[in-house]
């Protein structure tokens, strides 16, 4: 059934809601990804006149970017989370999605630790927990997240 058939005038119009918040955090992501590889190329000064911002806007924005995180060499995606939104906003179909999610290089979750001197979990970056995340955030459905585990793990 094609994407979207048999879907209610308003659950379209929420996926179409989805779909538009999605591309504008992958936007604000590529926009620090950007910014860090134009800084890194030239002035702060210069890049605020392009932009039309001041200096401190620039600098401030770079404080920011510098926390994103960087794909891989010959990948778009800088995490499984982000590949789930990239296949959300429509930059990536469902084969391909998949594809890139069986082919990730998963953190067992085995690498979990809690923080010094407390109780809570610290969950790294890269477990199968982001796809479980984006399944709970509704970027992936639970067939797709499905498919991912069965070419992971098998029928185990």
Sequence with gaps: ?????????????????????????????????????????????????????SQSSVS???RAARRVAVPREGQRSASPYEVCQRYTAGELDR?????????????????MRTSPGDDLMVVPEGTIDE???AAS???????????????LYGDA
């Design 60 to 62: 401030s924005a770079l």
């Design 137 to 151: 955030d509704g970027l992936i459905d639970v067939g797709m997240c499905e498919a991912v585990l069965d070419a």
């Design 95 to 111: 084969e391909e999605a998949v594809a890139q999610l069986v082919a990730w290089p998963w953190v067992p979750t085995g690498d």
């Design 1 to 53: 059934m094609p994407k979207g058939a048999g879907m209610g005038v308003a659950e379209q119009e929420l996926r179409a809601l989805r779909r538009a918040r999605v591309r504008k955090e992958l936007a604000e992501l590529e926009y620090h990804r950007q910014l860090v590889v134009a800084v890194s190329r030239t002035s702060q000064r210069q890049v605020a006149a392009e932009l039309g911002l």
């Design 131 to 133: 796809l479980y995340q």
